[in-house]
């Protein structure tokens, strides 16, 4: 199995403290501590991914390889993240996961739309958050080869 570089990062756009913090520990439990960043808001999303602000040091806050992408979130929301991101040449061909407590039919179709790469639902038992942490993981950081950027 190909192991993720340590230069390699996940991108977690979340806002609910609680459900932040038990990704922090899904991303212990499958090695990936080290590779999260995690910002709170749709804007916050958007100046990591430009690289603006303090988030111009690519070495400290280096361009994701994955980004889980919530929904509901303040300032901007997710859709129009996604949205931004496919629409800028040199983040385009960002992996993006909606990772959302929602199973609306239409935020489904809309990420889809906008081009999202999957759409999972948040799992409410830890056990199953692990599972999916473990599989997010493997996919898209281990077996996935990640699209060049810009």
Do not use: H
Request: net charge neutral; hydrophobic share 45%.
């Amino acid at each position: 199995m190909v192991r993720m570089k340590s230069s390699e990062t996940i991108l977690l756009v979340e806002d609910e403290e609680a459900d932040v913090m038990l990704m922090k520990l899904a991303f212990a439990d499958a090695g990936l501590a080290g590779a999260a960043q995690i910002v709170s808001d749709g804007r916050e999303a958007l100046r990591y991914l430009r690289g603006e602000g303090k988030y111009a040091d690519r070495q400290k806050f280096s361009l994701p390889r994955l980004v889980l992408l919530d929904l509901r979130l303040p300032y901007v929301p997710g859709l129009e993240v996604l949205k931004a991101i496919r629409a800028d040449t040199q983040l385009c061909r960002l992996v993006v996961v909606v990772l959302t407590s929602s199973a609306l039919e239409q935020d489904v179709k809309r990420a889809y739309d906008l081009g999202a790469n999957s759409f999972l639902s948040k799992p409410c038992l830890g056990s199953d958050r692990q599972k999916m942490v473990n599989l997010l993981r493997e996919y898209w950081m281990d077996r996935n080869i990640a699209p060049p950027m810009g």
